[in-house]
């Protein structure tokens, strides 16, 4: 039998501060929400923009990284899966659930002293990669990352 693919690739704002915790275990766990938008017609033919909420929870690393970089209304690129979990409320004793985007990778997209809300340019905080081999590397020329325009 063919296995199924849990993919989810979203880019948005976060709607609010991260909330962090740990483990029992002492791994840290950052939850938070994302807004997407998309724009469609109305019934009268005007564009309206619709906002979908989304959870997240990023662990370990990325959870850290949330921590010190993003905050409300941080733009950020998601690449995860879906998930929901339930469990029986402890006062109702209904059964809930809830869907959570589980965080595998994370780019943040507001660039550098944008405040809050972000700035109109964006690049991606890949910081580990390396230009090819065929292009000159700059940093003998003290060129740091605070002289590039984006």
Known sequence: MAKGVNKVFLLG?????????????????????????????????????????????????TAEIVRDYCKKGSQVFVEGKIQTRSWDDKESGQKKYRTEILVNELSLLDSKGAGEGGGSRSSTASYDQRPPASQPDYADQGITDDDIPF
């Open 13 to 61: 704002r976060l709607g609010k501060d991260p909330e962090m915790r740990a483990s029992a275990g002492g791994m840290t766990i950052a939850s938070f929400t994302l807004a997407t938008s998309d724009r469609q017609k109305d019934q009268t033919g005007n564009w309206v923009d619709k906002t979908e909420w989304h959870n997240l929870v990023a662990f370990q690393r």
